[in-house]
């Protein structure tokens, strides 16, 4: 069963940084992570797509994080990280990670998503 497990939320102030990470648990044998990414949900509204980096570190960001957040990825380690600096109130969210996986045995891709992490910027 692959999971993705997250960490790194919390409260910040206005400002400050915080370092998201994610893991991929589980067996992943005949499988290959393609996409991994971060999407954020804040209440009322839908959830969007925050950055995403492929297997080759070709990355997508929101215009709305660029220059302040930074998305990378260990493939070695199978973890994706979220470095986001200078947070402002708008960022506040549950932030949710994202990997499609490609199951060679059923020769489809399979999405799968974390538990969500809460983000709270305030003073």
């Known amino acids: 069963q692959v999971q993705l497990v997250e960490s790194g939320g919390g409260l910040v102030q206005p400002g400050g940084s915080l370092r998201l990470s994610c893991g991929v648990s589980g067996s992943i044998v005949s499988m290959s992570i393609n996409v991994m990414g971060w999407y954020r949900q804040a209440p009322g509204k839908e959830r969007e797509l925050v950055a995403s980096?492929?297997?080759?570190?070709?990355?997508n960001y929101a215009d709305s994080v660029k220059g302040r957040f930074t998305i990378s990825r260990d493939n070695a380690k199978n973890t994706v990280h979220q470095q986001m600096n200078s947070l402002k109130p708008k960022d506040a969210a549950v932030y949710y990670c994202h990997a499609a996986i490609f199951d060679y045995g059923h020769a489809k891709f399979y999405d799968y998503w974390g538990q969500g992490t809460q983000v709270t910027v305030s003073s």
């Open positions: 980096i492929t297997n080759c570190g070709s990355t």
